[in-house]
């Protein structure tokens, strides 16, 4: 495709000319173009409710099967991001993630996944019937932090389990953390197995040289990549990319199709497909504004005592292959504050609101939309609290990320069992049937099907005595855990290979 054809804005423009139109809509949705809802129109204008309409109106395609302008939207989608086919997403990377997994496997089938993916793996793991064969994550103590995965565990993985379906990377980890994709590729592809990517933090990677290798550069199959976050797209909004000789896109799409509403926000399709020209053609100069902002700002943090940015020095050592310096993962250890204080005094005394904190460290995302100022401000208020509050050297919290856990049964048998509630204090040794994550960055700490060991529930007490929020069980205040009602004839049957239910 030329580069002329990336200023093209199909379905912006078709949406542009159906509102200049004036037509008089007999069609949900029943606002009517903001009419019937004066007072949210009255704050957020008149051109967002106009051009929000719904899948039916024949010049505005259909993104379920599209033929007209989504199409030719999502195909100069596709070559920007340097895929054969980009499919639309209007229910975040989360949809896009479960229609991967539906596409590659099955109820029973084997998925190789890193124990640091999100719960939308979970969520996909349940729909499926599949199976996690989890690989462990390398783990920087110093951080805290999960980091990346390494081509040999891969291959271990592959080894020990030759009948898995797929392999699944994270590229980059909520942190910033690439692995090594292209070995991972070439070594799941020498399997014979196709490789799938959460690049829910990576869908930038495409548009500057500096930035780690996305997902189609380094081979990958498939790759579900937030628009929204890191290029410029309304939230919700992101994309499918489908490049493989593995799988075939028409069941891609198929899947795609279970999960996906049908009645797709236009606004969010039209912003993507304006976030996808403005990244084609002026990507790199942007990307290199917001790479040069957030260096400085890290050689300017690194320069605070008690302060630690993580930034490219880690390039090259065991879970890092590359690294992404628009994040800015601030380590508060040295402080003797936890990250989750330092969080809450940027957003109470300084107004700035951090991606995520955890017992360690403040997450700062830089992005397209920041500016010398912003940037100023996150560094002044850091050398501040640096200042006012740090109790040097003391470091308060000694719990340690949980180790692998033993998965017992599949997420989708746990989702399904038979349960009892139980008090997550009184929980070692049961299987569990929910997810208990930190969220963010919403990485499970226990899945459904593993069994609940001292150690989770020593991590959980460590974090909640911190103030981080657990979520993922039914119980709000995570005091309570769902677990199997009957452990011991669970596991027989699972053993019996009989743990297909629903
Ligand atoms: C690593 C990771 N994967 C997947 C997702 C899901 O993406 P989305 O919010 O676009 O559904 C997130 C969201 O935060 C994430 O952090």
Redesign the pocket.
Known sequence: MKREEQQETPLFTALKKYVQDRTISFHVPGHKGGRGIPEFREFVGDNILAIDVTAGILELDNVCNPLGVIKRAEELAADAFGADHAHFLVN???SG?QAMILSVAGPGDEIIIPRNA?R?VVGGLILSGARPVYIKPVIDDYLGIAMGITPESVRRALVEHPNAKAVFV?NP??YGVASNLREIVEIAHSFGKPVIV?E??GAHFAFHPDLPLSAMEAGADMSAA?V??LVGSMTQS?ILLVKSRLVDDKRVKAAMNLTQTTSPSYPLMASLDVARKQIALRGREMLDRTIKLCEEARREMNRIEGIYVVGREVEGTEGCFAYDPTKLAINVRELGLSGFEVEKILKYEYHIQVELSDLYNVLAVGAIGDSDESLAALVDAVRDIAQKYGRKNVIKIAASLPENQELVVSPRFAFYSDKKVVPLEESEGEISAEMLMAY???IPIICPGERITGEVIEYAKALKAEGCHLQGTEDPEAGFIKVLADRESVEIEYYRGAEQVG
């Open positions: 975040g990377t989360t993630i999100h939308s994270i980890t909520y959460d829910a933090h937030s929204h976050k992101s963010p960055p919403g």
